[in-house]
């Protein structure tokens, strides 16, 4: 067997017989990685509480066949400001289960790895009302599948554009329009997120706006995933 070295993000965990546990992470290096974490379910477990969702560890693993094998762990960054706010771990949650859904074992995607670091340290900082739905648009970019948004899909129209729907591929003018309306001020903020202006966008307060880019960019990432975010639609005690 070879042993390797890297940097991951836990994404989830599932418990493994008595005492192990199967961590799924996205490593920097080698995409998703899953890996058999040998008695860490013990009191007296040489990686404690380190391998826990959230976690930005850093890994040496044994390469297996199907399950690697984590032979050492450590700790870059807890992010404790994000676990102990209720309200702050439900929005990282809902990353890691985009990540989770979108990050391939054995492919490595350094730029969604980052994208979620720097999401998480963002987060840790400040709760921002516009992070998620920021996170989740610049991610459909990275996919290959950002929303049109300068002019209409269906028809070029370059002004009254006023619905929102991602199977059409973005912004519609009202002749056109189907799916989801869309405010000018939400097509503004929009037009911001994917063009340059996020940390901007990122300054946002909570609000009606807020609401809606992050509905708009819930449904877009359910679309492109074929399948809803248990994390947004379901009570974080569930
Ligand atoms: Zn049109």
């Not at 493994?16 to 920097?28: K, P, S």
């Not at 001020?185 to 037009?191: F, N, Q, S, V």
Request: proline share 4%.
């Amino acid at each position: 067997m070879s042993i390797y070295r890297d940097d991951g993000i836990v994404l989830r965990t599932h418990k493994l017989g008595e005492a192990d546990r199967i961590v799924t992470l996205m490593t920097r290096g080698r995409g998703k990685v899953r890996a058999v974490a040998k008695g860490v379910r013990r009191t007296r477990s040489k990686f404690g509480a380190r391998l826990e969702p959230l976690s930005h560890v850093t890994m040496m693993c044994w390469q297996g066949r199907e399950l690697d094998i984590v032979n050492q762990a450590e700790v870059l960054e807890t992010f404790r400001g994000v676990r102990e706010d209720l309200g702050r771990v439900t929005k990282a949650y809902t990353l890691l289960e985009v990540v989770d859904q979108l990050a391939q074992e054995g492919h490595a995607n350094p730029r969604l790895y980052e994208m979620v670091l720097g999401a998480l340290r963002a987060l840790e900082e400040e709760d921002s009302p516009l992070l998620v739905p920021a996170f989740l648009l610049k991610v459909l970019a990275l996919e290959g599948s950002a929303p049109t948004v300068d002019v209409c899909v269906s028809c070029a129209a370059p002004d009254d554009l006023v619905a929102f729907d991602l199977t059409e591929g973005g912004v519609l003018c009202r002749s056109c329009r189907r799916g989801r309306s869309l405010s000018p001020e939400g097509l503004e903020l929009l037009r911001r997120i994917l063009g340059g202006g996020l940390a901007s966008a990122l300054r946002e307060p909570a609000g009606t706006l807020a609401d809606e880019l992050t509905e708009l960019a819930t449904e877009a990432t359910e679309v492109h995933l074929e399948r809803r975010l248990r994390t947004v639609h379901s009570s974080p005690t569930d």
